[in-house]
């Protein structure tokens, strides 16, 4: 995992989420494409993002990023990224602060899947440029998949919690595996599943701000999906 320093800001209140995404927030779900599993010692190649709210996808983000090293011939078999496709990319000096003016103000609330590792390379990137670290709130889409699915953990096949697995779990399309634009999109359509199976626990909730709090979860689960 990616030596994040402690810098990422976590957003663990779950029980809440319904409230957050009806009452008008912009949601980012994003995800990375690295050389390596340290972000002291490895680099971005890739980074993917979609912007949605409770009324739908507002707009996406992919950028290949040039990396100061080789991309091996295990990562290109694995994400399909080849030294030839980021030749002409910029590095992460130029790439990100494009990516921060994506995310916009620090209101948004972002959405990763092992959200530490993710956040991990960005914030060791920005700090490389003297930036200082991503100040969004930050929803750990793994973290909030064993919140919701705890039986899933007694199940005898491991990996259970893994975005592909959860993808294939709920009949989520994935269209490129392991590329960072639609690892973005996949993650967005399982924090909407998983926000919609656990609608009888959310507390506190308006369907939008200027209406009254609906009290039957299944009216809300129709107006989710």
Same mark, same amino acid.
């Given at each position: 995992m990616a030596q994040t320093g402690g810098k990422e800001n976590l957003f663990k209140d779950y029980k809440h989420l319904a409230r957050e995404y009806y009452s008008g927030t912009v949601f980012i779900a994003f995800d990375t494409e690295t050389t390596g @599993?340290?972000? /002291?010692?490895?680099? !971005?190649?890739?980074?993917? +993002?979609?912007?949605?709210?409770?009324?739908g996808e507002v707009s996406r983000y992919d950028q290949l990023i040039k990396p100061p090293?080789?991309?091996?011939?295990?990562?290109t078999n694995l994400t399909h990224i080849t030294n030839e496709m980021v030749l002409?990319?910029?590095?992460?000096?130029?790439?990100?602060?494009?990516?921060?003016?994506? @995310?916009?103000? /620090?209101k948004a609330i !972002?959405?990763?899947?092992? +959200?530490?590792?993710?956040?991990?390379f960005v914030n060791t990137e920005l700090g490389r440029m003297n930036y200082?670290?991503?100040?969004?709130?930050?929803?750990?889409?793994l973290q909030l998949a064993r919140w919701a699915y705890p039986e899933f953990s007694k199940e005898k096949e491991s990996g259970q919690y893994k975005l592909q697995s959860l993808a294939k779990r709920f009949n989520i399309d994935v269209l490129q595996a392991?590329?960072?634009d639609d690892d973005a999109r996949v993650c967005m359509e399982l924090f909407k599943q998983i926000l919609k199976d656990t609608m009888h626990l959310q507390k506190d909730y308006?369907?939008?701000?200027?209406?009254?709090?609906?009290?039957?979860?299944?009216?809300?689960?129709q107006e989710l999906f």
């Amino acid at each position: 995992m990616a030596q994040t320093g402690g810098k990422e800001n976590l957003f663990k209140d779950y029980k809440h989420l319904a409230r957050e995404y009806y009452s008008g927030t912009v949601f980012i779900a994003f995800d990375t494409e690295t050389t390596g @599993l340290h972000a /002291s010692s490895d680099f !971005l190649m890739e980074v993917g +993002a979609v912007k949605f709210t409770c009324e739908g996808e507002v707009s996406r983000y992919d950028q290949l990023i040039k990396p100061p090293v080789p991309i091996t011939p295990f990562l290109t078999n694995l994400t399909h990224i080849t030294n030839e496709m980021v030749l002409d990319k910029p590095y992460a000096s130029k790439a990100l602060p494009d990516f921060m003016r994506f @995310l916009g103000d /620090s209101k948004a609330i !972002l959405v990763a899947h092992n +959200a530490p590792f993710d956040l991990g390379f960005v914030n060791t990137e920005l700090g490389r440029m003297n930036y200082p670290a991503i100040p969004n709130k930050c929803i750990d889409t793994l973290q909030l998949a064993r919140w919701a699915y705890p039986e899933f953990s007694k199940e005898k096949e491991s990996g259970q919690y893994k975005l592909q697995s959860l993808a294939k779990r709920f009949n989520i399309d994935v269209l490129q595996a392991h590329r960072a634009d639609d690892d973005a999109r996949v993650c967005m359509e399982l924090f909407k599943q998983i926000l919609k199976d656990t609608m009888h626990l959310q507390k506190d909730y308006n369907i939008h701000s200027d209406t009254n709090s609906l009290q039957n979860a299944s009216i809300l689960q129709q107006e989710l999906f």
